[in-house]
């Protein structure tokens, strides 16, 4: 039985997610003939404060992070 582990930063519509769901569970199929039945999916959602890329918060990065010290004027 092979398990599908994502970890993504929230902000996905249920509509995407299901989506997701449907499409990583169609390319394991293709990819190694596992009955669809068989394959699981494993959605983990992280705030942008828990994600970081670079020693960065993800927050900070993307520039939603009210606490981030604002880029010096152009």
Known sequence: MPL???????????E???ALIAK???AMHEAVGTPKDRIRVA???ITADEWGIG???FATV???DPNAASPPPA
């Open 4 to 14: 599908i582990q994502v970890t993504m930063v929230q902000g996905r519509t249920v």
């Open 55 to 57: 020693g960065e918060p």
């Open 24 to 26: 990583l569970t169609d």
């Open 62 to 64: 993307r520039g939603t």
């Open 43 to 45: 959605i983990y959602e």
């Open 16 to 18: 995407q997610k299901h």
